[in-house]
């Protein structure tokens, strides 16, 4: 992300692309972060729900894993 924000403020780069790609680039890489995070929810709602006895079958139906 940091990445990004250098390469928006060189002239070179603006001359390659412009600010709807780089702003798509960082909508990307948000949503990338934003995916992992629920991924890392709803494994820790998996192992919580295991822990406390909950069929494999219902663990999965519920956290979608």
Request: glycine share 6%; proline share 0%.
């Amino acid at each position: 992300m940091e990445k990004l924000k250098e390469l928006e403020l060189e002239d070179e780069f603006g001359t390659y692309y412009d600010g709807e790609i780089v702003h798509e680039k960082k909508m990307n890489s948000a949503r990338s972060d934003v995916e992992k995070k629920v991924l890392i929810m709803k494994k820790s709602i998996a192992k919580t729900m295991l822990r406390v006895g909950e069929s494999i079958n219902k663990v999965m139906e519920y956290t979608g894993l």
